[in-house]
Nanobody, 115 residues
Framework: VQLVESGGGLVQPGGSLRLSCAASGFTFSNYDMRWYRQGPGKERELVASITSAGGSTNYANSVKGRFTISRDNAKNTLYLQMNSLKPEDTAVYYC?????????WGQGTQVTVSS
Protein backbone atom coordinates (compact mmCIF):
# COMPACT_ATOMS: atom_id res chain seq x y z
CA VAL A 1 0.00 0.00 0.00
CA GLN A 2 1.30 3.43 -0.91
CA LEU A 3 -0.36 6.77 -0.27
CA VAL A 4 1.28 9.94 -1.57
CA GLU A 5 -0.14 13.34 -0.65
CA SER A 6 0.51 16.54 -2.57
CA GLY A 7 -0.85 20.04 -2.95
CA GLY A 8 0.09 21.60 0.36
CA GLY A 9 1.76 24.96 0.71
CA LEU A 10 1.59 28.45 2.16
CA VAL A 11 -1.69 30.31 1.70
CA GLN A 12 -3.16 33.50 3.13
CA PRO A 13 -6.21 33.40 5.39
CA GLY A 14 -9.33 33.11 3.29
CA GLY A 15 -7.49 31.33 0.53
CA SER A 16 -7.95 27.87 -0.96
CA LEU A 17 -5.92 24.74 -1.58
CA ARG A 18 -6.69 21.35 -3.06
CA LEU A 19 -4.87 18.37 -1.65
CA SER A 20 -4.48 15.12 -3.56
CA CYS A 21 -3.62 11.62 -2.39
CA ALA A 22 -2.46 9.13 -4.99
CA ALA A 23 -3.13 5.57 -3.87
CA SER A 24 -1.57 2.33 -5.08
CA GLY A 25 -1.01 -1.24 -3.96
CA PHE A 26 -4.63 -1.99 -3.15
CA THR A 27 -8.05 -1.86 -4.81
CA PHE A 28 -8.79 1.80 -4.09
CA SER A 29 -12.45 1.63 -5.07
CA ASN A 30 -13.16 -0.98 -2.39
CA TYR A 31 -12.15 1.14 0.59
CA ASP A 32 -13.41 4.09 2.55
CA MET A 33 -10.79 6.83 2.77
CA ARG A 34 -9.98 9.51 5.32
CA TRP A 35 -8.09 12.78 5.66
CA TYR A 36 -6.45 13.54 9.00
CA ARG A 37 -4.37 16.48 10.16
CA GLN A 38 -1.92 17.20 12.93
CA GLY A 39 -1.27 20.78 13.92
CA PRO A 40 1.77 21.97 15.88
CA GLY A 41 1.56 20.65 19.42
CA LYS A 42 -1.74 18.94 18.74
CA GLU A 43 -2.94 15.39 18.39
CA ARG A 44 -3.81 13.98 14.99
CA GLU A 45 -7.49 14.55 14.24
CA LEU A 46 -9.93 13.23 11.67
CA VAL A 47 -10.88 15.92 9.17
CA ALA A 48 -13.09 14.14 6.65
CA SER A 49 -14.07 10.70 5.42
CA ILE A 50 -15.67 9.29 2.30
CA THR A 51 -17.16 5.90 1.52
CA SER A 52 -15.72 3.62 -1.12
CA ALA A 53 -18.08 4.71 -3.91
CA GLY A 54 -18.11 8.31 -2.75
CA GLY A 55 -21.76 8.28 -1.84
CA SER A 56 -21.37 9.42 1.73
CA THR A 57 -19.06 11.94 3.38
CA ASN A 58 -18.49 13.17 6.92
CA TYR A 59 -16.61 16.16 8.28
CA ALA A 60 -15.21 17.46 11.52
CA ASN A 61 -17.30 20.33 12.84
CA SER A 62 -14.30 22.64 12.53
CA VAL A 63 -14.17 22.26 8.72
CA LYS A 64 -17.81 21.64 7.83
CA GLY A 65 -18.98 23.97 5.09
CA ARG A 66 -15.40 24.91 4.12
CA PHE A 67 -13.76 21.60 3.12
CA THR A 68 -14.96 19.03 0.59
CA ILE A 69 -13.65 15.48 0.34
CA SER A 70 -13.99 13.66 -2.95
CA ARG A 71 -12.45 10.80 -4.88
CA ASP A 72 -11.86 9.62 -8.41
CA ASN A 73 -11.83 5.83 -8.38
CA ALA A 74 -10.76 5.68 -12.02
CA LYS A 75 -7.61 7.62 -11.09
CA ASN A 76 -7.09 6.02 -7.64
CA THR A 77 -6.97 9.49 -6.16
CA LEU A 78 -8.48 11.12 -3.09
CA TYR A 79 -8.96 14.89 -2.84
CA LEU A 80 -9.57 17.51 -0.20
CA GLN A 81 -10.75 20.90 -1.40
CA MET A 82 -10.11 23.46 1.32
CA ASN A 83 -11.72 26.89 1.09
CA SER A 84 -11.89 29.86 3.45
CA LEU A 85 -8.74 28.67 5.15
CA LYS A 86 -7.95 29.90 8.65
CA PRO A 87 -4.67 30.03 10.57
CA GLU A 88 -5.97 27.22 12.78
CA ASP A 89 -6.07 24.96 9.73
CA THR A 90 -2.27 24.99 9.71
CA ALA A 91 -1.18 21.36 9.99
CA VAL A 92 0.34 18.40 8.25
CA TYR A 93 -2.45 16.67 6.34
CA TYR A 94 -2.46 12.90 5.88
CA CYS A 95 -4.60 10.55 3.86
CA UNK A 96 -5.34 7.18 5.37
CA UNK A 97 -6.91 3.83 4.60
CA UNK A 98 -7.83 1.06 6.99
CA UNK A 99 -7.27 -2.44 5.70
CA UNK A 100 -7.89 -4.60 8.72
CA UNK A 101 -5.84 -5.17 10.80
CA UNK A 102 -3.65 -2.30 9.63
CA UNK A 103 -4.11 1.40 9.05
CA UNK A 104 -1.93 2.93 6.36
CA TRP A 105 -0.79 6.55 6.17
CA GLY A 106 0.88 8.75 3.63
CA GLN A 107 3.91 10.87 4.43
CA GLY A 108 1.78 13.99 4.81
CA THR A 109 1.71 17.40 3.16
CA GLN A 110 2.22 20.65 5.05
CA VAL A 111 -0.47 23.32 4.91
CA THR A 112 0.40 26.69 6.41
CA VAL A 113 -2.19 29.45 6.61
CA SER A 114 -0.57 32.77 7.38
CA SER A 115 -0.47 36.35 6.21
Amino acid sequence: VQLVESGGGLVQPGGSLRLSCAASGFTFSNYDMRWYRQGPGKERELVASITSAGGSTNYANSVKGRFTISRDNAKNTLYLQMNSLKPEDTAVYYCSVRRVPYTYWGQGTQVTVSS
